[in-house]
């Protein structure tokens, strides 16, 4: 039964690792770029890793088995599924919640990647905040420049407050 069990967690461990670098990879490209296709792709990966983790007879597999001490002998196969067991168990959710987080990510997303914040009728970019902050001399336009920054919080605070309290991570 051991090997059985160590194909399973190999196969569970692949399975995971290619979901998860598909869906960082979505991530990267939704935050350095922002298109409405990278942002939808991002959303799209991170559901299929939710889906996948979400998955109640996996979750009930690795609880028994962790319960059973199936990894035997082996310290690293009983911690593997361990982990896996816990991994599991903490994202045991319905579609319908999984739906509602990424689309809630996906608009987050969106709202922190393309935010510009506005100084005297001009856009400024994050990093040009930023480079402002640090070298401007003139505290007015200091002061403007650090309001701007602040200016992404009412644009995230309706999906931000909703997040909160509806107990999504």
Excluded: C
Excluded at 136 to 145: A, C, S
């Amino acid at each position: 039964m051991t090997t059985d069990v160590a194909s399973a967690v190999a196969q569970t461990a692949a399975d995971l690792r290619n979901l998860q670098i598909a869906s960082y990879a979505a991530e990267w490209d939704a935050a350095t770029h922002g298109t409405p296709e990278n942002l939808e792709k991002s959303a799209q990966t991170r559901a299929e890793w939710m889906r996948y983790l979400s998955d109640q007879a996996a979750y009930e597999r690795y609880r028994d088995w962790d319960q059973s001490n199936a990894g035997g002998d082996n310290p690293l196969l009983a911690r593997q599924i361990r982990v896996l067991h816990r991994a599991f168990a903490q994202n045991q959710q319905d579609a319908a919640t999984i739906d509602q987080i990424t689309k809630l990510m996906m608009t987050l997303t969106d709202a922190y990647t393309n935010f510009r914040g506005q100084v005297d009728g001009k856009s400024m970019t994050n990093n040009a905040i930023e480079k402002a902050l640090e070298d401007e001399t003139d505290n007015e336009v200091r002061q403007d420049v650090w309001e701007a920054s602040k200016q992404i919080g009412p644009k995230v605070a309706p999906a931000q407050r909703d997040r909160a309290q509806n107990g999504l991570r």
